[in-house]
């Protein structure tokens, strides 16, 4: 069917309210407009199951020259809430963009993403720093 949706913010982008509503024009109990997807726990959560995954001497091991490398990967969480697309969107090499892939492909399912009340694919970035020394 049709769904009729009212949502209201302020001016800095926070959700003040929202209501949904069916074609017969019935309030629509517990609706979401829109949330983002989001790993169980949330960002700590996601911040431990990285920093508890990871191998930080994956670029020494590869002779990765001493300093500080940004590489960002690109993901999708699908309508239910699995891992998938992951690209690197850097190339630094020695084997980073690798096991920051590894590390992300091996995580639990996601609260999905939900738009207008059903659940949609949502697309992440996440950023991850090596440190040579």
């Keep these: 069917g049709k769904l009729h949706a009212v ?8 959700a003040l309210s929202s ?3 069916d074609e017969s024009g019935n309030v629509i109990k517990d609706f979401i407009f829109e949330k983002e997807a989001e790993f169980p726990g949330g960002p700590p959560a996601w911040m431990r199951f990285i920093s508890n995954n990871i191998k930080p001497r994956v670029p020494i091991k590869n002779k990765a020259p001493n300093g500080t490398y940004k590489v960002i990967i690109r993901f999708r969480v699908d309508k239910n809430g ?3 697309d992951l690209k690197a969107e850097t190339n630094l090499g020695y084997g980073m963009e690798e096991e920051a892939i590894r590390v992300i492909s091996k995580s639990p399912k996601w609260l999905n993403a939900i738009q207008y009340n059903r659940p949609v694919n949502a697309y992440r970035r996440q950023p991850l720093t090596f440190v040579v020394q």
């Design 19 to 21: 209501k949904g509503y």
């Design 82 to 84: 699995q891992v998938s």
């Design 7 to 14: 949502y209201t913010g302020n001016d800095k982008g926070e």
